[in-house]
């Protein structure tokens, strides 16, 4: 596995690839890497010639008093995960490359980065918006590959895409959880024990939502559900409860076409965050 620092070099790297012919698959992380980053790892190798892995903390996704400084970082760890898949690419570079002193440059996705997380985490989706749409042009993918657990986050990068016409196709992989059903997070190891028990909750509430859809509930019944129920747990604190369109995020007034469920909430002083898709064709209330 060839690992490149620096941008120049990524993009050198990457172009003698696509000379070559070769298809290109990109994941991008931030590293603390898990089965869930490694699911898509598998994902990119089984569709592509080579695969190209990024770690970097993002620091323009990170609010004032958000957990940048403290963000797990594994490097080496990562590196033995990501050469043992048989990661081609290892793309790891300093936040003073990617954002060099005099660099003004934002992507503001709009609308859409203000829903859901964007709502409750203000800049959050322009620094996504920012450093993908960085990545992209400097590794110029066939293929990215994401995680459904980042379903607004997925919205927002497919927005893109389409917006500045951008020629990379977006695969999305099914969310990866433990065996009791907790979505992997690398956010999960700031839980304590008795933390990671209530984080249970986010999963439960879910698989009872969508209970509910296929017994003919409608969106409102699945909001009120999702509310009551995260908040009858002192130990939680919710953020947000959303039924809408997986691609615009906006509030569905039914479920007949489908909808993304998703719920955010913390659990002492870790946000954890999980959703379902609810398929089209739901019986009516």
């Known amino acids: 596995m060839r690992i490149c620092r620096t941008p120049a070099e990524m993009y050198a790297v990457c172009r003698e690839l696509r000379q070559a012919g070769l298809t290109l698959g990109l994941v991008p992380t931030m590293g603390a890497l898990h089965q869930g980053h490694m699911s898509l790892v598998a994902a990119a190798k089984s569709g592509c010639d080579a695969v190209?892995?990024?770690?970097?903390?993002?620091?323009?996704?990170?609010?004032?008093?958000?957990?940048?400084?403290?963000?797990?970082?594994?490097?080496?760890?990562?590196?033995?995960?990501?050469?043992?898949?048989?990661?081609?690419?290892?793309?790891?570079p300093v936040a003073e490359d990617m954002y060099p002193v005099g660099n003004t440059t934002l992507v503001d996705p709009g609308e859409i980065g203000r829903r859901l997380d964007g709502a409750s985490r203000p800049g959050h989706f322009r620094g996504v918006a920012t450093i993908v749409t960085r990545l992209f042009n400097i590794?110029?993918?066939?293929?990215?590959?994401f995680g459904q657990k980042d379903a607004a986050q997925v919205a927002v990068i497919r927005n893109i895409v389409r917006d500045l016409n951008l020629a990379v196709d977006v695969v999305v992989c099914p969310?990866?959880?433990?065996p009791d059903g907790l979505a992997m997070s690398?956010?999960?190891?700031?839980?304590?024990?008795?933390?990671?028990?209530?984080?249970?909750?986010?999963?439960?509430?879910?698989?009872?939502?969508?209970?509910?859809?296929?017994?003919?509930?409608?969106?409102?019944?699945?909001?009120?559900?999702?509310?009551?129920?995260?908040?009858?747990?002192?130990?939680?604190?919710?953020?947000?409860?959303?039924?809408v369109q997986p691609d615009t995020l906006l509030a569905v007034p039914d479920?007949?076409?489908g909808a993304l469920v998703a719920?955010?909430?913390?659990?002492?002083?870790?946000?954890l965050i999980d959703n379902l898709l609810l398929p089209p064709g739901l019986p009516e209330a």
């Open 52 to 92: 190209a892995v990024s770690i970097f903390v993002n620091p323009t996704q990170f609010g004032p008093s958000e957990d940048y400084s403290a963000y797990p970082r594994t490097f080496e760890e990562d590196c033995r995960k990501l050469e043992a898949a048989g990661v081609d690419l290892l793309f790891a």
């Open 139 to 145: 590794v110029q993918p066939n293929r990215a590959y």
């Open 175 to 178: 969310i990866v959880r433990e």
């Open 186 to 243: 690398s956010r999960n190891r700031y839980l304590s024990i008795e933390e990671r028990k209530l984080a249970l909750v986010l999963y439960q509430v879910l698989s009872a939502a969508a209970q509910l859809a296929r017994s003919g509930a409608n969106a409102d019944a699945i909001r009120d559900y999702l509310q009551s129920s995260i908040a009858a747990s002192p130990d939680l604190r919710l953020d947000y409860v959303a039924v």
């Open 255 to 257: 479920l007949s076409a």
């Open 263 to 271: 719920v955010a909430a913390w659990v002492g002083k870790t946000r």
